[in-house]
Nanobody, 111 residues
Framework: QVQLVESGGGLVQPGGSLRLSCAASGRNFSATNMAWYRRAPGKEREFVAISGFLGTTSNNQAVKGRFTISRDNAKNTLYLQMNSLKPEDTAIYYC?????WGQGTQVTVSS
């Protein structure tokens, strides 16, 4: 059984930074693709970034240059470093592995 537990969300001012973490268990973390998604109020869930098990990464155009996805295979942990945050980044952020999802962590960008 795969378990994904996100942490690191919170309230931050525009232009600020946060780092999200996703602790994974139950599968060979280093052999799977891991991704971040988000759901803003009143909107559909959208893709944010993916970390491929071969080392490749890809981001949503809306976060390019501001968000960086990374992983620590020794710690079974996925990260999302978010810089230059904007109010439109306000959302619940979810960690994803195949068909499994975490419970989400709230990110609010507001002055």
């Amino acid at each position: 059984q795969v378990q994904l537990v996100e942490s690191g969300g919170g309230l931050v001012q525009p232009g600020g930074s946060l780092r999200l973490s996703c602790a994974a268990s139950g599968r060979n973390f280093s052999a799977t693709n891991m991704a971040w998604y988000r759901r803003a109020p009143g909107k559909e869930r959208e893709f944010v970034a993916i970390s491929g098990f071969l080392g490749t990464t890809s981001n949503n155009q809306a976060v390019k240059g501001r968000f960086t996805i990374s992983r620590d295979n020794a710690k079974n942990t996925l990260y999302l470093q978010m810089n230059s945050l904007k109010p439109e980044d306000t959302a619940i952020y979810y960690c994803n592995e195949m068909e499994f999802w975490g419970q989400g962590t709230q990110v609010t960008v507001s002055s």
